[in-house]
């Protein structure tokens, strides 16, 4: 069948009549219509218009390996002529699914040898929530059971994994914070750090969270969870002392480390996973988006040797999705981690491209008058507006500043996004430096726009 094919506006009214968008106020839609992607390859997407747009975020930051890959395309191809579907609940598995738990346990740091299968990061964070709470009942201490999280951290948009994050706007819709979740500063030392140096911030950050232990009791807290970088957040790094001091007090405290590798993980730091970047070695892991470079939707939760042998103790965990480890996604994942191999696309982020985009983009916008920072890791990075440079002061409540950023960004052919009172991108990990070029020239010329 032949795909329709409509014109902008078309496309647009339709949408608007019909959609709701997520995360996205109707209203915006009063004045504008929505940008309708229609094509995309390699960094480059194009809309309904013929518009070549360099996506400055890869898409919702999945697209890891870029668009229209062939390896992708034909490995969902030949899987759906295979087995289309066949579900892995009670006694069933498929080999995509097999071959992909063992190719993730080579990749995955320590001993996190173990895979639950779900179709969303969301998903992934309420099977921890669920897997953990079960873990410490079947280990004895049934009382375990409050997870600490961050202010701004972002795990998903279930009502669980919403309460497990910190967007206090999130929480306030339909009184959406569920008992038995806390949740601690973030580690933003430009916002946060007051006199304190980077080090010393970060170790009061961490600090936060033996207090909040100490507070709950820790024979009532099951577990710590934070993204290694907070993306949706506005991509906040933590200074280097943080993440082992966080590690050291989990431990103390036998709170289980949970590492939030849905935007992290598949190299946008440089290494597999997040956590590798800071050195420190979390008890379970979601990841999701950059598994498959969102070709198909597939997340997938890592744990440790201990939990595992917890779980099987435990008999029965009575949970999981029609489409867990469905064959046609992980065929996909399998293909997508084979080119990140083949590519030696990891290798290539750490020693060339995110180096290069960091300078790149630091340099550029270094005495941006509306520019206070330059945040992140890898080929994750935030650029913090100010109001007042010299000062560090924000737009307060005015939002509106990144916003029009953004949509300057987009009248000059690039998608980056706004957060807050900060600008953020995160491009595929195939850009090139002559891309890099692109993305940098585009951004201070909508900054300029923007000041
Ligand atoms: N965790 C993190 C760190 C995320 O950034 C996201 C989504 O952006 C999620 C979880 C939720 O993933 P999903 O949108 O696939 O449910």
Known sequence: MAAVERGTDEWQKLDVAHHLHPFTDPKYFDTKGPLVVTHADGVYITDSSGRKILDGMAGLWCVNVGYGRQELIDAAHAQMQKLAYYNVFFQSATPPQIELSRVLSEITPGDLNHFFFTNSGSEANDTIIRMVRHFWEVEGQPDKQIFIGRNLGYHGSTLAATSLGGMAAMHGMGKSLLPGFEHIMHPHWYAEGGDLSEAEFGLKAAQALEDKILELGPENVA??????????????????????????????????????????????????????????????????????????????????????????????????????????????????????????????????????????????????PLVGEVRGAGLLAGIQLVKDKATKTLFEEDLAVAVKCRDHCLNNGLIMRAVGQSMVASPPLTITRAQIDELVEKAVKSLDQTA
């Open 223 to 368: 577990a710590f969870v934070g993204e290694p970088i907070q993306g949706a957040g506005g991509v906040i790094d933590p200074p280097a002392t943080y993440w082992p001091e966080i590690q050291r007090i989990c431990r103390k405290y036998d709170v289980l480390l949970v590492a939030d590798e849905v935007i992290c993980g598949f190299g946008r730091l440089g290494h597999w996973f997040g956590c590798e970047a800071y050195g420190i070695q979390p008890d379970l892991m979601p990841m999701a988006k950059g598994l498959s470079s969102g070709y198909l939707p597939i997340a997938a939760v890592a744990y440790s040797g201990r939990v595992h042998k917890t779980l099987q103790e435990g008999g029965l965990f009575s949970h999981g999705y029609t489409y867990s480890g469905h064959p046609v996604s992980c065929a996909v994942a399998l293909a997508n981690i084979q080119l990140i191999k083949d590519e030696n696309l990891i290798q290539t982020v750490h020693d060339d491209t995110a180096p290069y985009f960091r300078k790149t983009l630091t340099d550029a916008v270094a005495d941006h």
